[in-house]
């Protein structure tokens, strides 16, 4: 279920801390998507110094971006440390006018990107580990800087585990995997019916159409 979150577990084991000065800490940046709706991009802006700045990959609905780089925060929290979130939402619609219709209305808007400002709750001293980006619902956001994952009983942020997918996002996956299957059992059969192919590449056919099948049965019983 959280094979979406594999790339990232596997690149938090690369965490590094990299002293800046005396009194503060490079930490490497990665998000977390709770909200289901994915993020197009997004990048983290110090608002007391604009060069104090990192990026971040897209993510996708319900999973957990890769790691990147950097940003600087005190070594020694205290009040008033905050974070700009600039995000840019993906693009409303399922084809490519109505993606292109959204890109049109959002850049006459002024919305392309949208800033979140969010306050950064106290950390331990030294500050270590990662900068993480929590989206949530509402175009809300927080942002935890710990050496410890969110799944973890001590993580110290508000919300605590990887997302868990909806019953809608789920089924909607679990339909677009099968609609792929049934294509692929279309060109089998078709194959077969035509007996285009050696005897070998048709057995091989068959074997596709059994093993298809038998998977499309097993995602159709999972549809809630």
């Given at each position: 279920?959280?094979?979406?979150?594999?790339?990232?577990?596997?690149?938090?084991?690369?965490?590094?801390?990299?002293?800046?000065?005396?009194?503060?800490?490079?930490?490497?940046?990665?998000g977390?998507?709770?909200a289901?709706?994915?993020?197009?991009?997004?990048?983290?802006?110090?608002?007391?110094?604009?060069?104090?700045?990192?990026g971040?990959?897209?993510?996708?609905?319900?999973?957990?971006?890769?790691?990147?780089?950097?940003?600087?925060?005190?070594?020694?929290?205290?009040?008033?440390l905050?974070?700009?979130?600039?995000?840019?939402?993906?693009?409303?619609?399922?084809?490519?006018?109505?993606?292109?219709?959204?890109?049109?209305?959002?850049?006459?808007?002024?919305?392309?990107?949208?800033?979140?400002?969010?306050?950064?709750?106290?950390?331990?001293?030294?500050?270590?580990?990662?900068?993480?980006?929590?989206?949530?619902?509402?175009?809300?956001?927080?942002?935890?800087?710990?050496?410890?994952?969110?799944?973890?009983?001590?993580?110290?942020?508000?919300?605590?585990?990887?997302?868990?997918?909806?019953?809608?996002?789920?089924?909607?996956?679990?339909?677009?995997?099968?609609?792929?299957?049934?294509?692929?059992?279309?060109s089998?059969?078709?194959?077969?019916?035509?007996?285009?192919?050696?005897?070998?590449?048709?057995?091989s056919?068959?074997?596709?159409?059994?093993?298809?099948?038998?998977?499309?049965?097993?995602?159709?019983?999972?549809?809630?």
């Amino acid at each position: 279920m959280y094979h979406f979150l594999r790339r990232g577990l596997a690149l938090l084991w690369l965490v590094s801390l990299t002293a800046c000065g005396d009194d503060s800490v490079s930490l490497n940046i990665t998000g977390v998507d709770y909200a289901g709706q994915g993020i197009g991009s997004y990048h983290v802006v110090d608002p007391s110094d604009e060069q104090n700045r990192g990026g971040g990959e897209p993510i996708g609905p319900y999973s957990a971006g890769g790691i990147m780089c950097c940003y600087e925060v005190p070594k020694e929290w205290h009040e008033g440390l905050s974070v700009d979130v600039v995000v840019r939402y993906p693009l409303e619609g399922d084809t490519t006018d109505e993606r292109s219709e959204s890109l049109a209305r959002r850049r006459a808007e002024g919305t392309l990107h949208e800033t979140i400002h969010v306050e950064i709750p106290k950390y331990d001293t030294p500050a270590q580990g990662t900068l993480w980006v929590q989206f949530l619902p509402d175009k809300k956001a927080n942002v935890v800087v710990s050496k410890l994952s969110p799944d973890h009983k001590d993580f110290p942020g508000e919300v605590r585990g990887w997302p868990v997918p909806s019953k809608e996002y789920r089924n909607k996956i679990i339909k677009q995997r099968i609609e792929i299957n049934d294509g692929d059992l279309r060109s089998f059969k078709k194959g077969v019916k035509e007996k285009d192919g050696t005897p070998e590449q048709l057995k091989s056919y068959k074997r596709h159409i059994r093993n298809i099948e038998k998977e499309n049965a097993k995602l159709r019983g999972m549809l809630q």
